[in-house]
Each structure stands twice: as structure tokens, then as C-alpha cells.
């Protein structure tokens, strides 16, 4: 079987994508190309064009990191996109990497207890581990066993949670590039995209795209069915030892109407501790229905995810 081209298959995503206006070439007429031309981008980073294509067509997957931060250049890519780029050039075989169990901190689940705020633990396949009540009353799918790149492309309820769907939407792809780095040819990654590529054109459009963006907090806005417009705040911090774990938490301004709206929700949520929850309106991976059979204890804060294997990298 052939190796997956990730470095030949980003240079050529940024080559489409970057204006020949932005980096300084005159445009005359209409180019059949979007884009640079190959010849151009070689010329710009110094280097051959027989060497750019076969950096492209994957025939040469070593480039040194001077070749690559030129390219960087070329492209305008910011420091994220650069280090993804390096990374691509350092790929090791899927086969070389040993899929242990993930583990939520017995300390990070007894905060998701005790903290008044929407907070959850995901892996770096955006899969929650661990959520508090909250959390879940906020947005439904931030609950153990799910997917939330899976969630926001899946299930219809989550275009009418994010009134912003189509940046959330793409935030999340290009983040999810970021986590997973150039493990791209991870059998559990190639399954998840796989999936995701054959059911929704919205994420074949954004993973061609190749973005990728940095572990960072922001601003971002649910329509809640219950509660109305939330903006809201998110915080993202990486949990050390923990093979790539975040901790996410949502907040919003102090004596908003959102931070009221807060309250509100966690008071209902404690009220309706012990339902049941409905399954997700997708159909669970082989990798989750396997998991699924070696459930965990729950956490008081509200549920852990069943153990769940991965591959032991960290997020970019």
C-alpha cells in the first residue's frame, strides 16, 4: 500500500490558495489555475521546479527546513500553519505508534464536579471523555462518547446551536489538523475523515482547505433552545502527561444576560440528574461500539467516557 502524500497534498492546498496579487505577481488576463503555477512558486522559494513538483507528487518527502520555511513564505503561513508544514516532513508510519487507553485525571474529573461553569475534557480526536452537567445542558453533544467534529457535521441540530455555523464548523476542521498533526494516516483518523468526507460536502470543502489553527481560547455564540442567544467564552488547556487531553471551558461576562442564562441552566441540569440521555443520531465507529463495551465509572460531575484507544501524540 502506498503512503499517504500529507506534505505534497498541504504544499499543493496553500499553492491553490494563495492570491499571485498577495505575493506580488502581475495578473494579466484569466489564469486557468486558482492560485500559484508551480513554476511560480518555485521561483518565489528558490528553488527548481522539477524539485517543488516532486515535493508535490510525494517522489521526494525530505525536504530540509530551510526548503520548507521558504515555501512557508511563499504561502504567508503563520507560525501554526509553519510548524504543521515542518511536522508533515518528520511523518512516521502509522504502524510505529501503539494505541493506548485514554485516561481522564481523577483531579480534572472531581474539578468538572465542582466547577459552575460548562467544562469537558476531550481527546485530541475531539472526542469528549468527560463533561460535567452544564456542559452538556449547553450543547447536547459535548457528552462521554461523542465526537464533536462528527456532531457539528451529522447532526442537524447543531446548525441551529451555532447561528455561526459555518466558522464553527471550519474552526473545528482546521483545529482538528492542528491536533492531529501529521498523523493523518492513523487508522482511526482515516476511518473518522472517511466517514465524514462520503456524508458531508461542507467537510470535504473545509479538510481540503488544509487550515490549521492554534490551541487558543475565543469568543462564540449558541442559540439555545431554552435559553436564547449565549455569547460565550472558551478557554482550552492542555492537560500535561495526558497524551493530548484539553480541558475546555466555557464562561461569559460577569452580570450578563448570558451568565444569568448560566445559572439558570446548571440549577435545571442538577434537577434532572440520572435521565437517560438519547444516543447520537449517527451511527457509532467500530472504535466507539468496542470502547462502548468497557464502560467505565462515572464521574460525580456528571459522566466519563468509556476507555477509549489512541494513538499517544500531543496536540500542535
Known sequence: MSRPNALGEYLRARRELTDPAGVGLPVVGV??????????????????????????????????????EALARVFRLDATATQHLLSLSTARPAATRRPRREVVPTGIRQLLDVINLPAFVESR???????????????????????????????????????????????????????????VDDPRIVQLVGELSLASEPFRRMWAR????????????????????????????????????????????????TAR????????????????SAPPPWPATPDREAADAD??????????????????TSRS
Request: glycine letters at 10%.
Open 261 to 276: 442564562a448560566l445559572q439558570s441552566l446548571g440549577s435545571t441540569a442538577a434537577t434532572e440528574t440520572g435521565r437517560p
Open 295 to 312: 464502560t467505565g465509572p462515572e464521574s460525580a460531575a456528571g459522566s466519563t467516557a468509556p476507555g477509549a484507544e489512541r494513538s499517544p
Open 125 to 183: 480526536m475531539f472526542e469528549v471523555l468527560a463533561a460535567n452537567r452544564l456542559a452538556t445542558a449547553v450543547s447536547p453533544n459535548i457528552r462521554p462518547g461523542v465526537n464533536r467534529l462528527r456532531a457539528i457535521f451529522l447532526d442537524p441540530d447543531e446548525h441551529e446551536l451555532h447561528p455561526d455555523w459555518e466558522q464553527a464548523a471550519g474552526g473545528l476542521v482546521a483545529g482538528f489538523r492542528a491536533s492531529v498533526g501529521s498523523e
Open 31 to 68: 489564469r486557468r489555475t486558482p492560485g500559484l503555477r508551480r513554476e511560480e512558486v518555485a521561483t518565489l522559494a528558490g528553488i527548481s521546479a522539477d524539485y517543488y513538483l516532486r515535493l508535490e507528487q510525494g517522489r521526494d518527502r525530505n525536504p530540509s527546513p530551510q526548503v520548507l
Open 210 to 257: 488544509h487550515d490549521v489553527s492554534p490551541l487558543a481560547g475565543g469568543s462564540m455564540r449558541l442559540r439555545h433552545p431554552r435559553a436564547g442567544m449565549l455569547e460565550l467564552r472558551r478557554e482550552k488547556l492542555p492537560l500535561s502527561d495526558s497524551g493530548g487531553q484539553i480541558l475546555a471551558i466555557y464562561h461569559a461576562e460577569a452580570g450578563s444576560a
